[in-house]
């Protein structure tokens, strides 16, 4: 199946976020992430971006790495269309009409080394995803942005440089 379009969005009602998948062949998948799930989620996505990327992966320097993932990220989140509303039309939806409550992540690569994300419910079959760079950061920009609406009192950020994030230091003695 190649994946049509992507939705995340925070529902107060449920207190998660509600993810949808659209396929070409007219297929949704929905799933629920609770905000535990998403703060187990996040750093493994972030390892996803950071390993996904050869020129990320052979920086010898955590700074000149954290660095690189922002601007990358940049660029893939430049190549995907977030104006497009999410297509509510009928589909088939396998996995059942009401969203599978995530409680599960793998994380790997497939034989091309690209980035795979499985997402399973406790028990029972999940989704599967192969990301590509654009994929994999507009996931990433989607659950900041619904994150961001829930309330949740916690920012899903990427690593940033230290010398960025850093604070001026006091000046210290050596004795």
Known sequence: MKLRQLKVDYSAE???LLM???TDDGVELRTWMTRRYVKLLWPLLVKLAEDASPRIRTQASAEARKALLGIEHEQAV??????KVYEKKSRSTPLGEEPLLL????TGHDRKSRPVL???PATGQGITL???SVLLHSLCRLLQAAVKKSGWDMELKL???EAAAAEPRAGRTLN
């Open 20 to 22: 949808l998948i659209a």
């Open 14 to 16: 449920q207190d998660r």
């Open 130 to 132: 192969t990301l590509d």
């Open 159 to 161: 690593p940033e440089p």
């Open 103 to 106: 409680g599960r992540i793998q």
């Open 118 to 120: 499985a997402l399973h």
């Open 78 to 83: 430049g190549k995907a269309d977030f104006s």
